[in-house]
């Protein structure tokens, strides 16, 4: 049995990058690095160069498991980056933790990536031809080996020179004795947005990063720009522009609500998603009971647009980790329990809307209406602020294959039967869009249509 966390998409990684001389930025990166938690859990890493050479820690773990006051102190200079992980393409390990580190004739380099490259195995078996030796299986080491190969005189170039060979998703966080480099992939389907912190910039996944560590947001990064950080400022490239992809679950599930993607809040997104799920997907009920915490905004939007009273009927336990020791066969029912846990006094007898962002599996949403109705619930129906998932994604989020996908095998009300519920509405995929707002189509919507911007995986 899967945690109940773990039927859900899962982002691969949070980045983070600051130039900032006379400032700790070892501590700031850590704190920029807790901010993005929710990004990556498996791993954590900072690597920090002083001018001449470069540091780096990592390990497996949550951030505060990682690094402690011994190993910040060994991290001395004035740039830094900072990667968390959650293991997609190829698989976990510390091998895999992030930064990574790589040296060429240029000098010394370190890397940390969010995002997945489609074409990695094909280019990893042209550099292994060509007598590379690989330390790891992540594809973010063929970005590096690239890099590192590339007949170029300065690193700038040729890091656009290795991506000029690569297709899929990255934002890129790359230092080097001399700088910081930040990268958005030509669809711009990765976040990346920039700050500035005092003389200093701060490049990070998501902006409440920025607000973590007192910086103030400048602008997102654009699709195909590298930006340059250095003694002289920041110095923008645009080395490759495609039509733009960006990822539309972040809005969804992935970004933290008080984080501003692409100029729109998450939190507002989100709420207006609940509002349009109202209007498209009514319900008779008496309230409105959100999954925490990824369907707390939406189920805000759903009651107030319904006038139905929301209400606090599930509490999250915070302190259980992505993963834990299973439950015994005959006892793995309660492994939900171990999650979450319905309050029965508010429940007890009532009609509930039980709200949440998306159905991956539909393992989970099963045993959460199971949850309900054994706290008393009369009736259950469940309403998700996206539509229905039919295909996997191979941009660098974690999704189960198309055999696994609820959405790709049954229709609605086959799903509404899988899951236990009274009835089941989702949000379409017109009303979604107009709940994000940004103008025109901008947006990767592979998991809804099974149309891959940048291609897919073989």
């Keep these: ?55 780096l820690e990592k390990g497996l773990g949550l951030v505060g498991e990682v690094f402690g006051e011994d190993r910040l102190a060994r991290l001395k200079g004035k740039v830094a980056i900072g990667h968390v992980r959650y293991s997609t393409a190829g698989g976990g390990g510390l091998n895999n933790a992030q930064p990574l580190a790589a040296t060429s004739r240029r000098g010394s380099l370190a890397l940390a990536h969010n995002g997945n490259l489609v074409n990695a195995a094909e280019l990893r078996e042209e550099l292994s031809e ?11 080491e063929v970005i590096a080996s690239l890099t590192a190969q590339a007949e170029a005189r300065d690193v700038t170039t040729a890091l656009i020179s290795a991506l000029g060979r690569v297709t899929g998703s990255y934002a890129l966080v790359v230092l080097t004795p001399g700088g910081l480099l930040g990268v958005r992939d030509p669809h711009g389907m990765r976040p990346l947005c920039l700050g500035r912190l005092g003389s200093g910039y701060v490049l990070a996944s998501e902006s409440c990063a920025l607000d973590t560590v007192g910086a103030e947001f400048v602008r997102d990064l654009e699709p195909g720009e590298l930006v340059r950080i250095g003694p002289e400022g920041v110095e923008s490239l645009h080395f490759a522009r495609e039509k733009k992809a960006f990822c539309i679950f972040e809005f969804i599930y992935f970004a933290r609500p008080d984080s501003r ?3 729109v809040n998450v939190h507002e997104a989100r709420r207006r998603a609940g509002i349009l ?5 009514p319900a008779t009920a ?25 209400a606090v009927g599930l509490i999250k336990n915070r302190y259980v980790g992505r993963t834990f020791i299973q439950p015994a066969q005959k006892t793995r029912e309660f492994g939900v329990h171990l999650k979450l846990n319905p309050i029965r006094e508010v429940l ?41 998932i039919v295909s996997p994604c191979y941009y660098g989020i ?30 379409s995929l017109a009303a979604l869009k107009e709940a994000v707002g940004l103008p025109g ?13 940048a291609g897919r995986c073989a």
């Design 130 to 140: 060509r007598g590379y030796l690989f330390q790891t299986t992540s594809d973010t």
């Design 277 to 281: 799920l109202a209007r498209e997907h």
């Design 1 to 55: 049995m899967l945690p109940v966390s773990d039927d859900k998409f899962h982002e691969e990684c949070g980045i983070f990058g600051i130039y900032a001389p006379g400032e700790d930025v070892a501590r700031l990166t850590y704190m920029g690095l807790f901010a993005l938690q929710h990004r990556g859990q498996e791993s954590a890493g900072i690597a920090v160069t002083d001018g001449r050479s470069i540091a």
């Design 441 to 453: 189509e901008p947006y990767c919507l592979a998991c809804f249509t099974g149309r891959y911007p």
């Design 261 to 263: 993607l692409e100029g």
């Design 348 to 388: 007890a007898g009532k009609r509930i809307v039980l709200v949440d962002d998306s159905i991956v599996r539909g393992t989970t949403s099963r045993r959460i209406v199971r949850l309900l109705r054994g706290a008393g619930a009369r009736e259950v129906h469940v309403r998700i602020s996206s539509p229905p």
């Design 398 to 427: 974690d999704t189960p294959t198309h055999a696994e996908l609820i959405g790709a095998r049954y229709n609605v009300e086959e799903i509404r039967q899988a899951i236990g519920a009274d009835s089941l509405g989702y949000l």
């Design 286 to 310: 008496d309230l409105v009971v959100p999954v925490p915490d990824s369907g707390i905004s939406a189920a805000l939007g759903y009651a107030e647009a319904s006038g139905i009273p929301y």
